[in-house]
């Protein structure tokens, strides 16, 4: 009997010992809350799930744009170029994103980026040429929900998802034209323009306005070339326009480099259009038109991003913003030259000089 409670004694105090040392509990094995996650874990503590939404919202606007000329080219391309900019420098790099194809001057090469554009899912697609016209009329259907842009035009071809842009440049042009008219010594100008339709030709009969209403007897002689490209034929019209004794000439679209080169070397007055020129003669250009296209990329991207895709045009002059007349600092332009050209600039805003084109 005594060796039964001596071995059942024996036993119990066994179990205990087994009881205190036995195999540890499961949350034991796992890292307290503190420890870093091994190595093949994300080092971070946030749920992937979460991470999405926030990415989401923060997705920049982006726009992709085809432009006919280089982003450099003092004259069209770069006046959307920098608009771009701007409005990259306004909502912040991390909002807003845009690419470019330039000097796409072959439609149908223009044609294949704007449909690679449009296939990759970008807000906004620019069609940034008058010449593009037909090939979007044509590719936006097939991309319903992406929005597209052109200029310089007010056509939407009833789409509900192309806007149109396009610049009321006779009213850069007329001050032009006033300013060239009164520092003239010799009563004859010299344009040289493009093709003869858009802004291109809305500037020029502008200018010519501008000019004839100041002195009725000058002399403004226009050349169309036939080309928004063409160097050297721009450096031919412009010797001629010299040899016509022009003392102060004008040109739009990029060619107008050539012009520019030519108006240098004979000492000849230039004003320019679209983007600022001065930098390639800082002692003859008087004075640029420069079209700031961010008026209109604001309102469509504001549209964009509350629903509304397409079917409206804009018009950039110098009551909203779209158009600036932007003096070379470096030219003495005589002090009632400047008054008239600001008092001409405001009477053309506030409507009470009217422009009368041919």
């Known amino acids: ?35 870093q996650p091994p190595a093949t874990q994300p080092p971070t503590t946030e749920a992937p799930t979460e991470a999405a939404p926030t990415e989401a919202a923060a997705a920049p606007f982006r726009v992709a744009v085809v432009m006919p000329s280089a982003i450099n080219d003092l004259a069209f391309s770069q006046s959307m170029y920098d608009a771009l900019t701007r409005i990259q420098q306004e909502m912040g790099p991390d909002k807003f ?56 035009t007010v056509d939407t071809f009833g789409q509900p998802n192309i806007f149109a842009y396009e610049a ?49 007897g000058v002399t403004v002689n226009v050349n169309y070339i036939g080309s928004f490209s063409d160097v050297a034929l721009a450096s031919e019209a412009a010797t001629t326009h010299i040899a016509a004794g022009a003392d102060v000439m004008t040109g739009s679209a990029q060619m107008v480099v050539g012009a520019i080169g030519k108006a240098k070397d004979a000492n000849v007055l230039w004003f320019g259009t679209q983007s600022n020129q001065t930098s390639l003669a800082p002692t003859i250009v008087v004075a ?16 964009i991003q509350s629903g509304t895709l397409g079917g409206k045009t804009f018009t950039a002059n110098l009551a909203n913003g779209g158009e600036v007349i932007e003096f070379n600092p470096d030219y003495k332009l005589p002090a009632e030259a400047k008054a008239l050209a600001d008092s001409t600039i405001k009477g053309i805003i506030d409507g009470t000089i009217k422009i009368t084109l041919p």
Request: charge should be negative; hydrophobic fraction near 45%.
């Open 288 to 303: 640029n038109q420069v079209y700031h296209w961010e008026i209109a990329l604001r309102e469509m991207i504001s549209l």
């Open 1 to 35: 009997m005594k060796k039964f409670v001596w071995f059942s004694s024996l036993v119990l105090a066994f179990a205990l010992l087994l009881s205190a040392c036995g195999t540890p509990a499961p949350v034991a094995t796992q890292p307290p809350a503190a420890t």
């Open 168 to 216: 009321a440049s006779q009213e850069g042009g007329y001050v032009n034209g006033v300013l060239a008219a009164t520092l003239s010594k010799s009563g004859i100008m010299g344009v040289v323009g493009p093709i003869e339709t858009g802004d291109a030709k809305l500037y020029v009969d502008g200018f010519k306005a501008g000019a004839v209403a100041t002195k009725p």
């Open 97 to 152: 994103e845009f690419v470019y194809s330039e000097n796409m001057f072959v439609v149908d090469d223009a044609a294949a980026a704007i449909r690679d554009y449009a296939s990759q899912g970008y807000n906004l697609v620019i069609a940034h040429g008058s010449q593009y016209g037909s090939s979007l009329q044509e590719i936006a259907p097939d991309f319903p929900q992406t929005s597209f842009a052109w200029g310089t």
